[in-house]
């Protein structure tokens, strides 16, 4: 097995274990950035955080099965595993109060990128389609990279236009980076991922689960300068 093959089941396993507890993991890895001492000394580690139960020796081998696994089904996506402590994180989520402790990408993050995100309505008007195409032309046209969560609506109107203007594009999502959610995204999910990068947080396979939204959005204004927000009703999600 190859030295970053192992580093990366080891991210895998420890976020696996860490699932509920992303802010201790986050913290553990900007520690040490050794997940594979930190995973092979868990017991020690764990002592630490709030976990306070050890996992026996079978559950550690569930984990490291699990990991081996996801690992991968990501390298044949073509996806990457970014921990927080690489270079490659994004420096602005980095700085939120709960920064998820690893990225799964697909496509590429551009060094320094500037960014903008565009969120809003799914039943939007001809006034929000308008503003929502210009705002993402000229940001795009000025080199600013459109972050959305590819939803139908806005979000897609604004990936759309930045793209069609030649802009880069992050879209952010609530499930696994080989669910494409809502189904109608898919050629914008394969064009985001040509044109910039698809993120996530979460495992393979992993569902659009509702409450899976309100996570997802705060990568959504954690990785951007600043963020829109394009008829919203009272109630939205945008608003989270």
């Known amino acids: 097995m190859v030295e970053n093959e192992y580093l990366n089941i080891c991210l895998v396993a420890l976020y696996k274990l860490f699932f509920s507890y992303p802010r201790e993991l986050s ?3 900007l520690e040490s950035s050794d997940p594979v001492s930190i995973w092979e000394n868990v017991d020690t580690h764990l002592l630490k955080t709030a976990i306070k139960e050890k996992p026996q020796k079978k559950q550690k081998e569930e984990l490291l099965d699990f990991a081996k696994k996801e690992v991968d089904s990501l390298t044949k996506l073509n996806a990457e595993i970014v921990p ?7 420096k602005l989520l980095k700085d939120i ?3 998820p402790p690893l990225l799964f990408i697909n496509g590429t993050l551009f060094e320094n990128f500037k960014s903008v995100s565009i969120v809003g309505a799914r039943k939007y008007t001809e006034y ?5 195409k210009m705002l993402a032309k000229e940001l795009a046209n000025n080199g600013i990279t459109v972050v959305s969560g590819l939803a139908n609506g806005i979000d897609s109107i604004a990936m759309n236009s930045a793209i069609k203007a030649n802009g880069k594009t992050i879209g952010i999502i609530g499930s696994g980076i080989d669910v494409v959610y809502p189904r109608t995204s898919r050629n914008l999910f394969l064009q985001t991922k040509n044109n910039g990068a698809v993120i ?3 495992f ?13 959005n705060r990568i959504i204004s954690g990785i951007s300068k600043g963020t829109i927000i394009v008829e919203a009703s009272v109630k939205s999600g945008s608003l989270i």
């Open 97 to 99: 109060y709960d920064p």
């Open 27 to 29: 913290l553990l890895l």
């Open 84 to 90: 927080i402590y690489s270079e490659k994180y994004p």
């Open 128 to 132: 929000g389609e308008r503003v929502s």
């Open 200 to 202: 996530t947080e979460f």
């Open 204 to 216: 393979l396979k992993t569902p659009p689960n509702r409450w899976n939204f309100p996570r997802r």
